[in-house]
């Protein structure tokens, strides 16, 4: 969300790096597909974001490292010391301690966001339903059942909401499917946390 705000002020184009299509079991070309993200970056200004970037970026040394994915991360820090580029690179992680303490060197700001308020959610929620009809949602319930959730899942939830009332055709959000769609986000937290 992020990245697609920092695009939409700056008037730039939004590219994700899908990291599962970076990274490939041969040796060696996983950085060569990492060089031309790499030049694609200099050459195409934009915002660019290498989401889930604990993938690759994570502490080297560890007993668990895997060499390759060392190489890696070694390719991927010299290629941003070496970017000649205008364009704008973000790196996004849920897990930020596991990413080597060098990437945070690299990096011109390190943002931490910390899970919403209940006014922060609620403002989250009427902004992502701005465009259906929200006047029978009890509010309290919705932003009780939220608490806990990053801003990501309550947008998630928003969207799965909005789905709902597109598909009925009613062009409304009420309560129950709100507090559904935030149920089954809050189950696929907890899922991905075992």
């Not at 690759?56 to 991360?73: A, C, F, H, K, S």
């Not at 790196?91 to 919403?116: G, I, K, M, Q």
């Not at 949602?137 to 909005?162: F, H, N, R």
Request: a negative charge; charged letters at 30%; aromatic letters at 8%.
């Amino acid at each position: 969300m992020t990245a697609r705000s920092l695009a939409g002020e700056l008037k730039l184009p939004l590219f994700t790096i899908l990291l599962d299509g970076v990274i490939t079991k041969f040796m060696g070309e996983t950085a060569a597909q990492l060089r031309l993200v790499f030049d694609a970056i200099r050459e195409t200004r934009g915002v660019y974001l290498f989401d889930e970037f604990d993938a690759i970026g994570g502490q080297r040394g560890l007993t668990n490292d895997v060499g390759e994915i060392r190489r890696v991360l070694n390719s991927f820090l010299h290629f941003l010391e070496e970017a000649d580029s205008t364009s704008l690179i973000v790196a996004a992680t849920n897990h930020p301690d596991l990413l080597d303490p060098a990437l945070f060197r690299r990096f011109d700001d390190v943002v931490e966001y910390s899970l919403p308020s209940a006014e922060l959610a609620r403002r989250t929620f009427e902004d992502r339903l701005q465009a259906l009809q929200t006047k029978g949602v009890d509010w309290t319930s919705v932003v009780e059942a939220s608490l806990g959730l990053s801003y990501a899942e309550i947008a998630k939830a928003c969207e799965d909401a909005a789905k709902e009332a597109i598909l009925e055709n009613t062009g409304a959000v009420d309560t129950d499917s709100l507090l559904q769609a935030l149920s089954d986000r809050r189950a696929t937290k907890d899922r991905h946390a075992e």
